[in-house]
């Protein structure tokens, strides 16, 4: 029967013998250290409140299923004095023993093979000696304080990478200087997680992926507004965060790319998209790398390069989903394609093919596909130059009337920096 709140637990020395217990203090698991009390001391959420210096609501919380996660060094150190533990217990929970081992203490217990860490030494509890069992015991302590101590939760992490799908979202609908400043908020709250924080190993490469996620994202704005020196700076450290991380490279290699393309670093753009293409999972950002290859090389006059180029895009596109996702800075959905499409047929002088990737898009968004002003605007251009190859000076006025059309909190630099090309083929 549970006790009264004012009973003290009264624990058998067998219960931290126990398999099930010692794997709930090896994992760090108090949420069933407290449910095993329970179950074979009848003790109350109320008595464990008491004897462990906490109220009984966070009791309650920590014993739910998916509740409040123990993660603080000083909590786990009350709970073991607040419950007695024995030494073994302590240490298997990662604590170090109050007093020194006696040359008859007893091992450290572990869980069952199948469940060890693989990161435990094989021969702990072989080491001759009670010096020896100390530093052995003090070794899996430190390592087990190294891998869960932490300033940092699971929820916090998750937080900082919905926000930042979040805003990688809101890329193609609010102006990018707007946007700029939250993306860089959104950095440096990451970052100070890494330089001030203790972090766990795996919460550090997430936050290193989310930063390499943000970089690259901060640098395709910067390109956006034609700050290209900026744009450069953080597309290279993207690449070296995402990297450190071992994710996914491919935004940061678009960021350099789309960098270098606009600094008219033709050949440069081509190689580091090709680069990009070469070390991207199959993903929609990896054909939208082929077509930058592809675009980049017309432009620069490599007809060979570009249809190269194309059919490594067209053969992506087959693997990868593409089509119309919902759209963010890193979608590549069937209207970026068209545009790519339209650019690089104007580039190799065929009007005509960029005129149907245009009529591509625009059927697109006749069906309720989602629209990006930037690309909306760029395929007006794409497609004004088409006409203008073609001698058709009125088809040529009618889409950049349309043009005028645009927000002018939208007009991004490489908006505009299509009207100059544009400029350049009259």
Not at 225 to 234: C, R
Request: with cysteine.
């Amino acid at each position: 029967m549970p006790g009264r709140a004012s009973d003290p637990i009264d624990i058998p020395e067998s219960l931290w013998q126990r398999p099930q217990m010692i794997q709930a203090l090896w994992t760090r698991d108090i949420r069933s250290v407290f449910l095993l009390l329970r179950q074979y001391t009848g003790a109350s959420q109320t008595q464990i409140a008491i004897a462990v210096g906490m109220t009984q609501g966070k009791i309650s919380e920590i014993m739910k299923k998916g509740g409040r996660q123990v993660l603080a060094l000083e909590v786990f150190e009350r709970i073991a004095d607040g419950l007695n533990m024995p030494e073994a217990a302590r240490i298997t929970l990662g604590l170090a023993p109050r007093r020194r081992l006696s040359a008859s203490a007893v091992a450290v217990p572990r869980p069952r093979a199948h469940t060890e860490p693989p990161t435990q030494p094989a021969d702990t509890k072989t080491i001759p000696g009670s010096e020896g069992e100390l530093d052995a015991a003090n070794d899996i302590s430190r390592l087990t304080r190294w891998l869960t101590a932490s300033d940092t939760t699971d929820e916090t992490i998750e937080g900082l990478a919905r926000s930042t799908s979040s805003l990688a979202t809101a890329h193609t609908q609010v102006p990018a200087k707007r946007l700029l400043p939250q993306v860089l908020h959104l950095h440096r709250r990451a970052q100070g997680l890494l330089e001030t924080c203790r972090p766990r190993p795996r919460h550090t490469r997430e936050l290193l992926r989310i930063n390499a996620d943000l970089l690259a994202h901060a640098a395709v704005i910067f390109g956006d507004i034609d700050l290209d020196a900026q744009a450069e700076q953080y597309g290279s450290v993207a690449l070296m965060l995402a990297r450190e991380a071992g994710a996914n490279e491919s935004y940061a290699w678009y960021a350099q790319a789309k960098t270098a393309r606009w600094q008219n670093r033709l050949i440069e753009a081509a190689d580091l998209s090709r680069q990009g293409f070469e070390a991207s999972p199959h993903t929609p950002m990896r054909t939208q790398l082929a077509w930058y290859e592809a675009n980049a090389a017309a432009i620069v006059g490599d007809k060979n390069r570009a249809r190269e180029a194309v059919a490594r895009a067209e053969q992506s596109a087959e693997t990868a989903r593409t089509g119309t996702a919902d759209l963010s800075v890193w979608s590549f959905p069937n209207e970026r394609q068209a545009l790519f499409a339209l650019s690089v047929a104007n580039r190799t002088g065929d009007p005509d093919a960029a005129l149907r990737a245009a009529e591509m898009a625009d059927a697109a968004w006749a069906n309720g596909a989602p629209t990006a002003p930037a690309i909306w605007a760029q395929i007006r251009v794409g497609t004004a130059m088409a006409h203008l190859f073609k001698g058709d000076l009125e088809g040529t006025a009618e889409q950049l009337d349309e043009l005028l059309t645009l927000d002018p909190s939208m007009r991004l630099t490489t908006v505009t920096r299509y009207l100059a090309d544009l400029v350049s083929c009259n």
